[in-house]
């Protein structure tokens, strides 16, 4: 079997939700789960056309459905089996807890492999390979982060058996389909503490969520990508080219016994709990730094001698993207700012602590400004906590919005850069 199977579906039309269920095809998942609700039915709707549980009805789905087929591609999607959020999760939850199979290390040294799987079943394997099972993909949208809530700290409980596991959120931050407003980055950051990112784009969400399934199963860690109302439903056009991880997809079936981690009790639990907050989540932090732009971010300087950062996330940043061509903006970036540092960011949890150190110390920073849209300032309080703890001589602003606006009344994000 070849390990990787390249597919052109020619010039389409590729929503947000689509550009991420192409990123999961491409990272090889194997399950799915979700349970129904604007503005994400249509990711899971997908894969359930894929999966042939029901017709096929777009061109995404017609033509990938007959290259999978072609290679032997393995899917199974979960709807209609799944009564509610909690009990999608916990399918999800389930299948990825499954490893009976082993890929070589890509990111993790010996040393910091030691860190995750060294007092696990597998810690006796000589050539320290990472453990893995099929990739799995849970989807639903915000409100259902709540029902799911109690699988949610279960998957963090079992580190460090749930790599391989990506959550996609579809938030209404603006009640625009729901009967409440909510913003789940705070959830899935602030509360279960697993890798969040907030996608910018439905050109490069594929890239993203596809690199997340690489480097977060290495490190043991569910991930979570959240898209807002409009990101989900617009389209781009876009000449896709999939290229397929086979590996990935078809990889050995089986369990493995270990009730020490798989066995949530209070005694099993606790030591976790600790050790994962102590441990692996510095772990994360560094390894973010150390993949930034492999995570689809990049650092870009305006001007020589820069003492202004600009954290832009998500929507923003995809309106940021016009500066790069258009020299009138970039005027008027000079003229608000002078010479600038921006980072164009999707992280939204856990901030890379030594990246920050690094550029604030070495370039000199002294005023950082935080644009993400959603009523939690996720990023915001994690730059300002690090600012206080490390004693950094820079200030922390705080330049977001507190919604999402509808799509019919969508401004100019760059505008709200400029004109603060």
């Known amino acids: 079997m070849e390990k990787d199977s390249v597919i052109n579906l020619g010039r389409m039309r590729l929503s947000g939700n689509q550009a991420i269920a192409r990123g999961a095809l491409e990272a090889g998942v194997r399950v799915t789960s979700a349970y129904p609700g604007a503005p994400i039915s249509d990711l899971q709707g997908s894969f359930e056309q894929l999966a042939g549980n029901i017709p096929k009805k777009n061109s995404f789905t017609i033509k990938v459905s007959e290259a999978l087929e072609r290679v032997g591609y393995q899917l199974a999607a979960h709807w209609g089996t799944t009564t509610n959020e909690d009990n999608s999760m916990a399918l999800a939850l389930g299948a990825v807890i499954c490893k009976a199979d082993y890929k070589k290390r890509e990111f993790l040294t010996e040393q910091e492999w030691d860190l995750v799987y060294g007092d696990t079943v597998f810690a006796q394997d000589e050539e320290?390979?990472?453990?893995?099972?099929s990739r799995v993909m849970c989807s639903f949208k915000h409100l259902g982060g709540n029902t799911a809530a109690d699988?949610?700290?279960?998957?963090?409980n079992v580190v460090p058996y749930t790599g391989g596991l990506g959550l996609a959120s579809g938030d209404d931050r603006q009640g625009t389909s729901s009967q409440t407003m909510q913003d789940n980055k705070v959830l899935y950051?602030?509360?279960i503490r697993i890798p969040t990112l907030e996608l910018h784009s439905p050109r490069t969400a594929h890239s993203t969520v596809k690199n997340c399934y690489r480097l977060f199963e290495e490190l043991g860690v569910p991930f979570a990508v959240v898209m807002n109302y409009d990101l989900s439903y617009r389209e781009v056009s876009v000449?896709?080219?999939m290229t397929l991880d086979m590996t990935a997809?078809?990889?050995r079936k089986g369990f493995t016994r270990d009730p020490k981690h798989l066995v949530t009790i209070g005694p099993h639990i606790r030591p976790r709990e600790k050790r994962y907050h102590s441990k692996l989540i510095p772990l994360f932090k560094t390894k973010i730094k150390e993949n930034f732009e492999f995570l689809g971010n990049r650092i870009t300087t305006f001007g020589d001698n820069p003492r202004?950062?600009?954290?832009?996330n998500g929507p923003f940043r995809e309106d940021f993207e016009m500066v790069h061509n258009d020299s009138t903006l970039r005027e008027r970036l000079n003229s608000k700012y002078g010479d600038v540092l921006v980072m164009e960011t999707d992280i939204v949890?856990?901030?890379p602590d030594p990246l920050f150190e690094e550029l604030v110390s070495k370039r000199g920073i002294e005023k950082i400004y935080?644009?993400?849209?959603?009523y939690g300032r996720v990023i915001y309080l994690q730059l300002l906590d690090l600012v206080n703890q490390n004693q950094l001589d820079a200030k922390v602003f705080d330049r977001s919005i507190p919604y999402e606006p509808r799509i019919y009344e969508r401004f100019s994000y760059i505008d709200h850069i400029m004109n603060i």
């Open 308 to 312: 202004v950062m600009l954290v832009v």
């Open 249 to 251: 997809n078809q990889r």
């Open 128 to 133: 320290k390979r990472i453990p893995v099972g």
């Open 189 to 191: 950051g602030f509360h």
């Open 151 to 156: 699988a949610l700290r279960v998957a963090v």
């Open 349 to 351: 949890f856990p901030q």
């Open 239 to 241: 000449d896709p080219v």
């Open 370 to 374: 935080v644009f993400e849209e959603g």
